[in-house]
């Protein structure tokens, strides 16, 4: 499971000013990811994390690659 977000207008992300994204867990309101989107750059999508399977359970890797997209 990836997650992103990304600019739905196509406004870089430098253009928008206080922008982040996060990812908490609802559980324990726990910030597991938080990435500040604004002056990083002339892109309109960050790929956030992935989830996937391991050891039996899920792991989550904080990736926080910039992309282009809407």
């Known amino acids: 499971i990836v997650f992103t977000v990304n600019s739905f207008t196509g ?8 922008a982040f994204c996060r990812l908490v867990d609802e559980t324990n ?3 597991l990811a938080r ?10 999508a960050q790929i956030m994390a ?3 399977r391991a050891d039996g359970g899920w792991r989550m890797t904080a990736l926080g690659t910039p992309a ?3």
């Open 11 to 18: 406004q870089t992300f430098q253009e928008v000013q206080n």
């Open 50 to 52: 992935k989830v996937h």
């Open 68 to 70: 282009n997209g809407r």
């Open 35 to 44: 990435y500040t989107l604004d002056g990083g750059g002339q892109y309109t």
């Open 29 to 31: 309101g726990q910030e």
